[in-house]
């Protein structure tokens, strides 16, 4: 199984790069899922909150106070990377390839790394977004941990969306790999 990871701030098109390259390799034949760390956070937003998935009332501080609460307040920096291995012992069975669409903390590449071996850390970059995040939520943790990580396998500079599809077509058919 080939696990991909899509590091990036808010906005600069993870979830779009994730969507294209689940386009090109279900049209090659493989089979995938794309996945995300906070569809655990999501899930407790819609259960206790309503939310809904939706980008334009997405309840960012509640996300990011959620998951700085579940780390530090009961001390498990590795819950959500842990469900998502678990989550990994099924998707291996049914899948070639995963897709985690929203990368954003260090131990989230460490922990895929240690338990799997052919996987491909993308980071996302777009200078032209203009964040529409508060100041306090740019400046958390999840959106500046990785401002520094040396070993990403691919930095895209994604300048618009025919560009990320046809990175997300070389990514699939292997023109770029690690």
């Known amino acids: 199984m080939k696990i991909i990871l899509i590091a990036g701030k808010a906005g600069v098109g993870k979830t779009k790069l994730g969507e294209y390259i689940v386009h090109y390799a279900k049209e090659s034949g493989q089979k995938i899922v794309q996945t995300e760390y906070s569809k655990y956070l999501k899930l407790y937003a819609k259960e206790l909150l309503g939310y809904q998935e939706n980008e334009e009332d997405k309840p960012r501080t509640f996300l990011q106070e959620e998951g700085f609460y579940i780390r530090n307040e009961l001390?498990?920096?590795?819950?959500?990377?842990?469900?998502?291995?678990?989550?990994?012992?099924?998707?291996?069975?049914?899948?070639?390839?995963?897709?985690?669409?929203?990368?954003?903390?260090?131990?989230?590449?460490?922990?895929?790394?240690?338990n799997y071996k052919n996987v491909f850390v993308i980071q996302i970059k777009n200078q032209n977004i203009v964040s529409k995040l508060s100041e306090e939520e740019q400046n958390h943790i999840t959106e500046n941990e990785l401002n520094n990580y040396p070993d990403f396998d691919l930095i895209i500079e994604n300048k618009n969306l025919q560009q990320l599809q046809v990175i997300a077509k070389q990514i699939v058919e292997g023109e770029i790999e690690k």
């Open 75 to 114: 001390k498990d920096q590795d819950f959500f990377t842990r469900r998502m291995l678990e989550d990994f012992r099924i998707y291996q069975k049914y899948v070639d390839i995963v897709v985690i669409s929203d990368v954003r903390l260090l131990n989230e590449i460490a922990a895929i790394k240690r």
